[in-house]
């Protein structure tokens, strides 16, 4: 019992966070494909960006949730996380001509700094929660 709180709640509070990212993003639509729109990546990769985000951050809520894809829900929230930690990490390092984007919602008023400290937490914490779910994971006898 007590090795399943942190994982629940590892899971709840990612899950917390994804949604809440993913329904920032759609009640703010207009906004958000503006900003993917300015980054700096191919048109045909910017024109989906919008989806792609968003539908990959509604994915791996689900799969949080799902207790058997838990797994892939976390190994997901760590691609994700990580990949949100580098760009915010290239943003503080002057390695785009102009500020690309600004995060919806209440990230909005992070500073970039502030924002870096709050992704590598998530990273860590989503990186934690899939070392606890694989020790639990029973393993296939060959």
């Known amino acids: 019992m007590i090795r399943k709180i942190p994982v629940e709640l590892i899971t709840a509070l990612l899950v917390i966070l994804f949604v809440y990212a993913a329904f920032s993003k759609i009640l703010e639509a207009d906004t958000f494909k503006r900003q993917m729109l300015n980054q700096p990546l ?12 968003t539908g990959t951050e ?5 799969l949080l949730l799902i ?14 996380m990580a990949a ?12 785009f001509a102009y500020v690309p984007c600004s995060c919806g919602g209440v990230l909005n008023s992070m500073s970039w700094q502030v924002h870096l400290i709050f992704n590598i937490f998530f990273t860590l914490l989503a ?6 779910e694989r020790k639990q994971r029973p393993t296939v006898a060959t």
């Open 67 to 80: 207790k058997p894809l838990r797994y892939f829900g976390l190994m997901l929230a760590c691609f994700l």
């Open 127 to 132: 990186f934690t929660g899939l070392l606890i």
């Open 58 to 62: 509604i994915a791996t809520s689900i």
């Open 42 to 53: 191919p048109g045909a990769l910017k024109e989906n960006l919008f989806w792609l985000v």
């Open 84 to 95: 949100f930690t580098l760009y915010v990490i290239l943003i503080l390092a002057n390695a």
